[in-house]
T-cell receptor, first 116, second 112 residues
Framework: DAGVTQSPTHLIKTRGQQVTLRCSPI?????VSWYQQVLGQGPQFIFQ???????GRGNFPDRFSARQFPNYSSELNVNALLLGDSALYLC???????????????FGPGTRLTVL | RKEVEQDPGPFNVPEGATVAFNCTYS??????FFWYRQDCRKEPKLLMS???SGNEDGRFTAQLNRASQYISLLIRDSKLSDSATYLC?????????????FGGGTRVLVKP
């Protein structure tokens, strides 16, 4: 079975531009979470979506938005890019069902965004 | 105080030795705990989940101490391939958006 897939793998943008990142979860998983990881730090939670609804939001500005589609894939949009948005953007897939074992999250390879 | 803290290391470990390191968390309502392994410029890969007092998988043992609010990871018979950054993650449950809060990672270098 395919794991979590993300596209593109790398992206270079300039300040002020907008970017859209894409993620497809593991087959059968209905929840997608987005994380930002800057060099030398652990991933930081941005959003979680389940059944097309936002279920959690991290401490990120409104320039960050996301959505989930009926096939459970997801997009993360970042507007008005800043130099500080340069990071590895990770998508995680989970079942999001009752019981702690179903909260295991599996990460995709990430999109490495560089803002110049 | 950070929600999840780890010693950044690096832990320099001779091949074949045992290494252990901890992760402390600040919120006593934390429900589930995970160890991820991350290789340079790659995504985190789930290594172990810790739901009760502990879990063992081959050479890896994770333990949870709720009273002192920390989890630990022990690696026995270290291999060169164990060199990586080990990330601790804490989940507050569905009511908190099911988000994972990560520590900054502990770097482990296994040397011949």
């Amino acid at each position: 079975d395919a794991g979590v897939t993300q596209s593109p793998t790398h992206l270079i943008k300039t300040r002020g531009q907008q970017v859209t990142l894409r993620c497809s979860p593991i087959s059968g998983h209905k929840s997608v979470s987005w994380y930002q990881q800057v060099l030398g730090q652990g991933p930081q939670f941005i959003f979680q979506y389940y059944e097309k609804e936002e279920r959690g939001r991290g401490n990120f500005p409104d320039r960050f938005s996301a959505r989930q589609f009926p096939n459970y894939s997801s997009e993360l949009n970042v507007n008005a890019l800043l130099l500080g948005d340069s990071a590895l953007y990770l998508c995680a897939s989970s079942l999001f069902a009752v019981g702690p074992s179903y909260n295991e999250q599996f990460f995709g390879p990430g999109t490495r965004l560089t803002v110049l | 105080r950070k929600e999840v803290e780890q010693d950044p290391g690096p832990f320099n470990v001779p091949e074949g030795a045992t290494v252990a390191f901890n992760c402390t968390y600040s919120n006593s309502a934390s429900q589930s705990f995970f160890w991820y392994r991350q290789d340079c410029r790659k995504e985190p890969k789930l290594l172990m989940s810790v739901y009760s007092s502990g879990n063992e998988d081959g050479r890896f043992t994770a333990q949870l101490n709720r009273a002192s609010q920390y989890i630990s990871l022990l690696i026995r018979d270290s291999k060169l391939s164990d060199s990586a950054t080990y990330l601790c993650a804490v989940n507050m449950g569905q009511a908190a958006g099911n988000k994972l809060t990560f520590g900054g990672g502990t770097r482990v270098l296994v040397k011949p």
